[in-house]
């Protein structure tokens, strides 16, 4: 079973502080997608990687696929309360639709 | 736009009854996913569906658990009987499965809280 063992599990930060939450494997994947989930409701795509050491940013938010398409980041600049939610990576298998989801990363930023 | 619809939002049994969860997918949407989350386990692939044939049902847990997709705009999961671990969040999504790359984006329902006592 292919795995993506996602850290910190838990993260309780101050408005304004900057965090980085990491998505590791011993698998490589074709693309790696991550997700937030706010409670209630089902998860929303925030980003796909698809090259090895591809960065993307969206907003304050800076997302980089490993080298080695193991692992990826996630850099929130200047949190704010509307990022709390649950994050989600998820890799695709090669050649298929189906999704591997990480263990999660459950996000509270405090005013 | 309507988005992925799943019924009923929240489910309450009684261990050993039928339970039969509902999805109607995005319109022209030719891949329907469901998954379960839960603490302990975060969330999981059960089923996929690629043009309303069942691609990979792997994930589902054991036989008490079924899925169905008549057609093109409805999917059911059906537990039967139901058991207290099978409490959790089931979730429904869909997607346009492209020809080339696998990079979809799969949108999820709000997903229905089912408890069984």
């Known amino acids: 079973t292919q795995l993506l063992e996602q850290s910190p599990q838990f993260l309780s930060i101050q408005e304004g502080e900057n965090l980085t939450v990491y998505c590791n494997s011993s698998s490589v994947f074709s693309s790696l997608q991550w997700y937030r989930q706010e409670p209630g409701e089902g998860p929303v795509l925030l980003v796909t990687v698809v090259t090895g050491g591809e960065v993307k940013k969206l907003k304050r938010l800076t997302f980089q696929f490993g080298d080695a398409r193991k692992d990826s980041s996630l850099h929130i600049t200047a949190a704010q309360p509307g990022d709390t939610g649950l994050y989600l990576c998820a890799g695709f298998h090669f050649n298929t639709d189906k999704l591997i989801f990480g263990t999660g990363t459950r996000l509270q930023v405090f005013p | 736009d309507a988005g992925v619809i799943q019924s009923p939002r929240h489910e309450v049994t009684e261990m050993g009854q039928e339970v039969t969860l509902r999805c109607k997918p995005i319109?022209?949407?030719?891949?329907l996913f469901w998954y379960r989350q839960t603490m302990m386990r975060g969330l999981e692939l059960l089923i996929y569906f690629n043009n309303n044939v069942p691609i990979d049902d792997s994930g589902m847990p054991e036989d008490r658990f079924s899925a169905k997709m008549p057609n093109a705009s409805f999917s059911t999961l059906k537990i039967q009987p139901s058991e207290p671990r099978d409490s959790a969040v089931y979730f429904c999504a869909s997607s346009l499965a492209r020809l080339a790359g696998n990079y979809n984006e799969q949108f999820f329902g709000p997903g229905t809280r089912l408890t069984v006592l």
């Open positions: 319109s022209g949407h030719n891949s």
